[in-house]
């Protein structure tokens, strides 16, 4: 079942009829086929931007994850995709890709249903996906193995290997973007992969799924288990059949894969886990108009639940008040509004539970004596929307400068030197992203040599592509997504050591 309407949405109206022409796939994706969860059971998955029921998804849980896994296994073992050329592995993905951009609006539309950001940011998530899928398909036959510098009584290989079964556990903030950078690493390197997707944004998953299968993936090779991280996801982690777990989400439940990965067979865990990024904005910097329109987005865009949100916004004292009031001046233009309309900047918080959990953080910054410079007030329902949240005079030891809050709301803090920014800068558990903003070019390489972080923007906010790894630091994970590194994530080396006569 697929979307049939008109193409190529570009209006509101245009967006608003294609939901009245979509057809959901809601069921798991088990051995080439949709089937209902063994058990049964489903979830709802509801629009937060309405709270409207979208459908009712299959709920899988230890015995799917089981079969599924028994099907990766047999497919890897069958070598139909493990031991294809790597050219013709390329041939399948680009396929993939090609059909993922011939849906792109249908599967844009689904993530936005399905987790309330706009459909404007969702078409871009579809260009980050589908690049992804093709980088790494191009990749895979260009990469070459190694021949060792040893002496002529030898010849000494390196060669790459696909790992066996990956299960890739992908959260909701940005569904599609996310799996595509971990399953085109994982599918161009000849692993079967397994992918569950969050309880809050299954529904792209499964047409990716369709999407696969037309594209040629052989049977067993990708599957689809939609359903709750505490069920499926642990079923999968706990297996003592999955050789690699590929995680972004929550340091929390990435710790708790580790364990898992500890209590069964010492499976491989990449992780992408959460942030609490600093941006730091020096008095030196040119145009604070431009600069303060970065810094709003960096923690707005997506209503703030991005992973690398520039969640700290790090001010020089001297310049601090008036860039703030720029900063404040430039979220005005960045309000949540209707996710179908393609003029929103923000859309809806995922859900009731994210809803209010952002909403307890706000209250709390009021509380420890931050000072609340604009929004702070959830919009009137029925979905979840909270407006540009800014706190100056923010501390490090106040719980809205120490905690991912994962919503649309700024800490502002000052600093008086390099020094110390940079030590608040790194005065966290998380070291994923973090920005700074200086004209001055021996500042920017000390500065950005002391950040303890994965990624480090200079003059520009969440800046990069393909080619560049994305990855974090601390308790921001130890794995590298995208880039030709993502490949070395899903491969095992071989050493070949070959005693040759005299
Ligand atoms: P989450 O950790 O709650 O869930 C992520 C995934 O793990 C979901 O599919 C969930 O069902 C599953 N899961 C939960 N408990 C599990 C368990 N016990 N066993 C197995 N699987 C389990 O995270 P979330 O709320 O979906 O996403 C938000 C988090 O993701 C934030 O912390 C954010 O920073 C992080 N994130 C990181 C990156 C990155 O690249 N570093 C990117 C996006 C999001």
Redesign the pocket.
Known sequence: MSYVGPTMPTTHADWQAMVAELAVESRAYIDDVFVDATSGDTFESRNPATNEILAQVASCDAPDAERAVAVARDAFSGGEWSRLAPAKRKEVLLRLADLMEAHRHELALLDTLDMGKPVSSSLGDMAGAIACIRYLAECIDKLYGEVAPTGEDSLAMVLREPIGVVAA??????PLM?TAWKIAPALAAGNSVIL?????SPLSALRLAQLAREAGLPRGTFQVLPG???TV??A??LSMEVDCLA????????K??MQ?AGQSNLKRVYL????KSPNLVFADCKNLDQVAQHAAAAIFHNQGEV?IAGSRLLVENSIREAFVDKVVEAAKAMQPGDPLDPESFMGAMVDETQHRRVLDYIAKGREEGARLRAGGKALEGPGYFIPPTIFDGVTPAMTIGRE?I?GPVLAVFGFDSEDEAVAMANDTPYG?AAGLWSQDIDRIMRVTRRLQSGQVFVNNWAGGDQTMP???VKQ??NGR?KSHHSLEEYANLKSVWMALAP
């Not at 995680?247 to 990435?254: A, K, M, N, R, W």
């Not at 992408?272 to 942030?275: L, V």
Request: a negative charge; glycine letters at 20%; charged letters at 15%.
């Open positions: 556990i992908v959260p909701w903030n940005f996310m569950k997707p969050s309880e809050k709750f991280g505490h996801g642990k999968l982690a995680f972004t989400g929550s340091t929390q439940v990435g708790q894969l898992y992408e886990c959460g942030g992973c991912e994962f994923l994305f990855g974090g921001s994970g997504d």
